[in-house]
């Protein structure tokens, strides 16, 4: 099985600030690996995907990045409405998740 | 509008069963694998199964794997996942989605439904 470490799992930031997130990977999974956010009672929304690629509708402040076994999510300037849980997910084999990273306003 | 709605939770004993339907609507359902994600309360995310568009490849995670079924009725665009031998730590949120990249291994999912929740309690 492949597992996805995520860090940090809680972070706190100003609005306007650049947020970045890291994924590692148990093992090399070139660039198979997607990013959702999840809100509070909410299904999680795809944002990121083959690492790089933003889905449909998904600002622009949003932007990933990586291949092999380092991949980083950033939110160049963050937003209130960005307050959210952020997943990795990799495809390589089957799919497994990241812990998560819980995202909150200071 | 593409729509996914999930049903069949409840309160079930240990070693019960139980089966979820996630019924779609304003899509191609026929052509999207389609894959079952849950989340216990207050945790992460943990991919269950996974079916492909036509129904003949399923892939399953292995701490449900010989417990639950995956199958889908494309004439009825439902999806439905038959969980047998029901443990406490199956209880979480469980979230149908579709996964859009044909193929016979999940990928990833660009829409899903509501949820809904299965407790696994005596």
């Known amino acids: 099985d492949i597992q996805m470490t995520q860090s940090p799992s809680f972070l706190s930031a100003y609005v306007g600030e650049r947020v970045t997130i890291t994924c590692q990977a148990s093992?090399?999974?070139?660039?198979?690996l997607n990013w959702y956010q999840q809100k509070p009672g909410k299904a999680p929304r795809l944002l990121i995907y083959?690492?790089?690629k933003l889905d449909t509708r998904v600002p622009s402040r949003f932007s990933g990045s990586g291949s092999g076994t380092h991949f980083t999510f950033t939110i160049e300037t963050l937003q209130p409405e960005d307050i959210a849980t952020y997943y990795c997910?990799?495809?390589?084999?089957?799919?497994?998740f990241g812990g998560g990273t819980k995202v909150e306003i200071k | 509008e593409v729509q996914l709605v999930e049903s069949g939770g409840g309160l079930v004993q240990p070693g019960g069963h139980l089966r979820l339907s996630c019924a779609v609507s304003?899509?191609?359902?026929?052509?999207?694998?389609m894959s079952w994600v849950r989340q216990a309360p207050g945790k992460g995310l943990e991919w269950v199964s996974f079916?492909?568009?036509?129904?003949?490849?399923?892939k399953y995670a292995d701490s449900v794997k010989g417990r639950f079924t995956v199958s889908r009725d494309n004439s009825k665009n439902t999806l439905y996942l038959q969980m047998n031998s029901l443990r406490v730590e199956d209880t979480a949120v469980y979230f149908c989605?579709?996964?859009?990249?044909?193929?016979?291994?999940?990928?990833?999912?660009?829409?899903w439904g509501q949820g809904t929740l299965v407790t696994v309690s005596s």
């Open positions: 997910q990799q495809y390589d084999t089957l799919v497994s």
């Open positions: 083959d690492a790089g």
């Open positions: 079916i492909s568009d036509d129904g003949d490849n399923t």
């Open positions: 304003g899509f191609r359902f026929d052509i999207y694998a």
């Open positions: 989605a579709t996964d859009p990249q044909a193929g016979s291994s999940p990928w990833g999912f660009d829409s």
């Open positions: 093992q090399a999974i070139s660039n198979y």
